[in-house]
C-alpha cells in the first residue's frame, strides 16, 4: 500500500490541469472545485434516503411547454420531486452494477439545483466543495435536458461521492470518461425508465415510495450492437481522450457505445465490480486515472500491453457474436406475405419455422425447411463458437422432422414434438443472446 501511495503521489501543475480538462469536457463545462460551504439554501425536496437534496427553479423554462419538447421521449422535464425519485434510482441502479450493498451508508450530500433552461442542449456543471473534512457536491441542471445528460450528471456524481469518501485531501477525484459515460448508457439501456419525466399536468402529493422500481432490461448492449455492426469500437487510448464530438454522440454514438461494451466487459471479469470499486478509491491518490485502474486490475493485466490485448479480443469477439447472431436470426425467420382481406395490400412479415410446421401444408413445408437446413450448414463453420453449438442442434431439429419420408408427412405426435424442440431451442438462443460470454482473462492471452 505504501508503495502505491507513493506510485501515486506527486502531481505537478501541468499534469493536474490536464487532467481537470479532461473531466472537465465530460460533463460541459467543468466539474468545480471550491473550499467554501454549500450556498444556504433552502431544498424543495429531499430524497427518501436523504442523500439528495433539490432546489426548484423559481421559474419554469418555456421550452417545457414547447411541443417539440413535450413530444420527444428524450427530453426530460425535471421536477424536483420526480428528479428526487430519479436520482434514488440512479444510484440503486448503479450501486447495483458496482456490488454496493444497497443498506449501505452515503457520506457526501448532493444538490441537484434547477434552473430554467436557455436551451436543450444547455450545460451542466457539477461543483464539489470539501469543508469541515467532509466532501459535498452541487449538481447545476437545466430543467429541460436529455435523458442521456441528467444520466452521466447524476452518475458522475454519484461516483465522486463514492471515489472520495475516504479522500483525506483538497484535491477532488477525476474520473475517467469512459467510465462514467460506459456506466450511464449501461444504466439508461438496463433501466430505461429509471428517469421520470414530469408530465404535461401538474402532479400533486406524489410521494416518492409510490414510485416502484422497474425491472432491468434484458438486454443491456441492444442499443451498441447496431452502432457497433459496421464500426469497431475504439481502442483503449481512443476511449481515454475523447474530444466534445463524442461525449456529445455526434460520432454516431461510437464513443458511448464503445464505453458501455468496454465497461460491461470489465464488469464481466472474476472481482471486476470489486476492482472498480478499489480504483475508485484510489483516485484521489494517485497520478492519474491509469495508475489507479493498473493496480486496482493488476491481477487481471500485470502489463498494459495485457490490457489492450484483452479489450482487442472482447471487441473482436463481440462483433462476431453479434454476426453470428444475426445471421441465425435471418435464417430461422421466414418472409411471408399476408393480406387482412382479399381486397388490400400484402402486408410482408415474419414467421418462425414453428408457425410454417403448424400453419403450412407438409409439401410447402418440405421446400421451406430443406432451404433453412441448407443455410444453416453453410452458417455453421462461420459461426461464433458459442452459437455453432446451437446452428448444429436447429439442423438436427429439422432433418429429425423430415427424415427420409419421401413426401409422408409426420405424425401429430412427431409435429409437436418438433415444435416443442424449436421453441425450447429458440429460448436458449434468447438467453445467450443476452448473456455475458466465458472471459479469457489477460494473463492467459499470448
Known amino acids: 500500500m505504501i508503495q502505491t501511495l507513493k506510485r501515486c503521489a506527486g502531481l505537478t501543475l501541468e499534469r493536474l490541469a490536464a487532467s481537470t480538462l479532461l473531466f472537465s469536457a465530460l460533463f460541459f463545462p467543468a466539474v ?10 433552502a431544498a424543495t425536496r429531499t430524497s427518501v434516503s436523504g442523500q439528495f437534496a433539490v432546489i426548484g427553479a423559481q421559474q419554469i423554462s418555456p421550452l417545457a411547454r414547447q411541443p417539440a419538447i413535450m413530444t420527444n421521449a428524450e427530453m426530460v422535464r425535471l421536477d424536483p420531486a420526480l428528479l428526487a425519485v430519479s436520482a434514488e434510482r440512479v444510484k440503486r441502479q448503479l450501486w447495483r452494477q458496482l456490488g454496493i450493498d444497497l443498506m449501505s451508508q452515503w457520506r457526501g450530500r448532493i444538490v441537484l439545483a434547477l434552473h430554467p433552461a436557455a436551451s436543450p442542449d444547455e450545460n451542466v456543471a457539477i461543483i464539489s466543495t470539501r469543508f469541515a473534512g467532509a466532501w459535498n457536491y452541487r449538481v447545476e441542471l437545466p430543467d429541460v435536458l436529455s435523458r442521456t445528460r441528467l444520466t452521466r450528471a447524476l452518475t458522475g456524481a454519484v461516483l465522486m461521492e463514492l471515489a472520495n469518501r475516504d479522500n483525506p485531501g483538497d484535491r477532488s477525484a477525476e474520473l475517467p470518461a469512459w467510465l462514467t459515460e460506459g456506466l450511464a448508457q449501461q444504466l439508461l439501456s438496463d433501466a430505461p425508465e429509471m428517469i421520470v419525466s414530469s408530465p404535461n399536468h401538474a402532479v400533486n402529493g406524489l410521494r416518492e415510495d409510490q414510485i416502484i422500481d422497474v425491472e432491468r432490461g434484458v438486454d443491456a448492449l441492444a442499443k451498441a450492437r447496431p452502432v457497433l455492426h459496421n464500426r469497431p469500437a475504439l481502442t483503449v487510448e481512443q476511449l481515454s481522450w475523447p474530444d466534445d464530438a463524442q461525449l456529445s454522440g455526434d460520432d454516431g454514438g461510437v464513443y458511448r457505445a464503445s464505453a458501455q461494451l468496454f465497461v460491461s466487459e470489465l464488469l464481466a471479469l472474476n472481482d471486476g465490480a470489486k476492482n472498480l470499486r478499489a480504483m475508485l478509491q484510489m483516485l484521489p491518490r494517485c497520478y492519474n486515472w491509469q495508475t489507479a485502474f493498473r493496480t486496482a486490475f493488476r491481477a487481471d493485466f500485470p502489463q498494459p500491453v495485457d490490457l489492450e490485448k484483452w479489450w482487442a479480443l472482447q471487441a473482436v469477439s ?5 454476426a453470428s447472431r444475426d445471421k441465425l436470426d435471418e435464417i430461422l425467420s421466414v418472409p411471408v406475405e399476408m393480406r387482412s382481406a382479399p381486397t388490400n395490400l400484402p402486408v410482408h412479415a415474419a ?7 403448424r400453419n403450412f401444408d407438409f409439401d410447402r413445408q418440405t421446400v421451406i425447411l430443406q432451404i433453412k437446413l441448407r443455410d444453416l ?8 463458437p458459442e452459437f455453432a453449438g446451437l446452428n448444429a442442434a ?13 413426401g409422408v408427412a409426420p405424425s401429430k405426435r412427431k409435429t409437436a414434438d418438433t415444435v416443442k424442440q424449436l421453441e425450447a431451442l429458440d429460448a436458449q438462443r434468447r438467453a445467450m443472446e443476452t448473456a455475458t460470454p466465458p472471459d479469457v482473462p489477460a494473463n492467459k492471452l499470448q
Do not use: H
Open 351 to 357: 414467421i418462425s419455422l414453428q408457425a410454417v410446421i
Open 318 to 322: 463481440f462483433a462476431a457474436r453479434d
Open 394 to 406: 436447429y439442423r438436427r431439429a429439422l432433418a429429425g422432422y423430415l427424415g427420409g419420408r419421401n
Open 32 to 41: 468545480v472545485r471550491a473550499q467554501s460551504p454549500l450556498p444556504d439554501m
Open 377 to 384: 450448414a453453410l452458417a455453421q463453420w462461420r459461426m461464433a
